[in-house]
T-cell receptor
Framework: SAVISQKPSRDICQRGTSLTIQCQVD?????MFWYRQQPGQSLTLIAT?????????ESGFVIDKFPISRPNLTFSTLTVSNLSPEDSSIYLC?????????????FGPGTRLTVL | GQNIDQPTEMTATEGAIVQINCTYQ??????LFWYQQHAGEAPTFLSY????GLEEKGRFSSFLSRSKGYSYLLLKELQMKDSASYLC????????????FGTGTRLTVIP
């Protein structure tokens, strides 16, 4: 497995501002992902954070709104820009760890964002 | 496209057995994952099935039938702490390594 930390754990932000979320893992991993979980919903993938190149975004998510950095194999940031109340959600990073049977994703504790 | 169906909510009694079903549609099957998520916490990995049959891991077991596109998670000797959401997920069919999640089943264990 992997130990993953996220900062901040929660934040309350004003509309129009931005929030940057940090994700740190205790070992080098190739694959890191950012998910969003809206209230009462399951997880939706935002993007795959690629080390050394631009992130790969899923349909409905764009770089201008969700810029991502991945400077090395243990760290990534997700910025949620120009915040609106609809961005209130939990944001989770995950990493993929090689296993005997399969590669498994492990999740960080999440960042709970409330936009006023 | 991909699709996963799970019941939205279930209630079961402490000490009992509960089965949470998941049906999926995906091309190029590469296994199925179950995660547990307590309220306000991150999902935690429970099990992975890629071959047909039952995988037992303590009080939790997971079953897969590839021909039927069906899996279930079986929880025995239910405890109050098992109250959580249980998420069924399959690898994304685009070939990336990310997961496609179902909406999850919220299980409530009552005394």
């Amino acid at each position: 497995s992997a130990v993953i930390s996220q900062k901040p754990s929660r934040d309350i932000c004003q509309r129009g501002t931005s929030l940057t979320i940090q994700c740190q893992v205790d070992s080098q991993v190739t694959m890191m992902f950012w998910y969003r979980q809206q209230p009462g919903q399951s997880l939706t993938l935002i993007a795959t954070a690629n080390q050394g190149s631009e992130a790969t975004y899923e349909s409905g998510f764009v770089i201008d709104k969700f810029p991502i950095s991945r400077p090395n194999l243990t760290f990534s940031t997700l910025t949620v820009s120009n915040l609106s109340p609809e961005d209130s959600s939990i944001y989770l990073c995950s990493v993929e760890v090689e296993g005997a049977a399969t590669d498994t994703q492990y999740f960080g504790p999440g960042t709970r964002l409330t936009v006023l | 496209g991909q699709n996963i169906d799970q019941p939205t909510e279930m209630t079961a009694t402490e000490g009992a057995i509960v089965q949470i079903n998941c049906t999926y549609q995906t091309s190029g099957f590469n296994g199925l994952f179950w995660y547990q998520q307590h309220a306000g916490e991150a999902p935690t990995f429970l099990s992975y099935n890629v071959l047909d049959g039952l995988e037992e891991k303590g009080r939790f077991s997971s079953f897969l039938s590839r021909s039927k596109g069906y899996s279930y998670l079986l929880l025995k000797e239910l405890q109050m702490k098992d109250s959580a959401s249980y998420l069924c997920a399959v690898p994304d069919q685009t070939g990336a390594n990310n997961l496609f999640f179902g909406t999850g089943t919220r299980l409530t264990v009552i005394p």
